[in-house]
């Protein structure tokens, strides 16, 4: 069974950090393109075309980042192909960086759209807060 899990969420303050992890089981993570995708507050009913993309890595090596104007210089995206993961790097949060989180994989992977990804897992909540 394909499936990705992605977990790491909670609450912090401003300026904190989190570190968010995405397993896949079923298949091979490294021969994909991975991305990070949030779903802002208040529209946890809204589908797929809805989530904002964050972060994107490419398959194999992930030589190839991509991150979306308001995360860059704060977050990082990596991946460990011998443990099926990739992990997205949150340092100095801001309360606008709340929202569910969707890992997914996929043939295509952009910052401006989600349209490429193919498989997706469970979100993971994010809220700063003071």
């Known amino acids: 069974q394909l499936q990705l899990v992605g977990s790491g969420g909670g609450l912090v303050q401003p300026g904190e950090s989190l570190k968010l992890s995405c397993v896949a089981s079923?298949?091979?993570?490294?021969?994909?393109?991975v991305g990070w995708f949030r779903q802002a507050p208040g529209k946890e009913r809204a589908g797929v075309r809805e989530r904002d993309g964050i972060s994107c890595i490419s398959s194999n090596s992930g030589s190839n980042r991509n991150y979306a104007d308001s995360v860059k210089g704060r977050f990082t995206i990596s991946r460990d192909n011998a443990a099926n993961t990739v992990y997205l790097q949150m340092d100095k949060l801001e309360p606008e960086d709340s929202g569910v989180y969707y890992c997914a994989a996929g043939p295509r992977c952009t910052v401006r759209s989600s349209s490429g990804m193919a498989y997706w897992g469970k979100g993971t909540t994010v809220t700063v807060s003071s």
């Open positions: 079923g298949f091979s993570l490294k021969d994909y393109q």
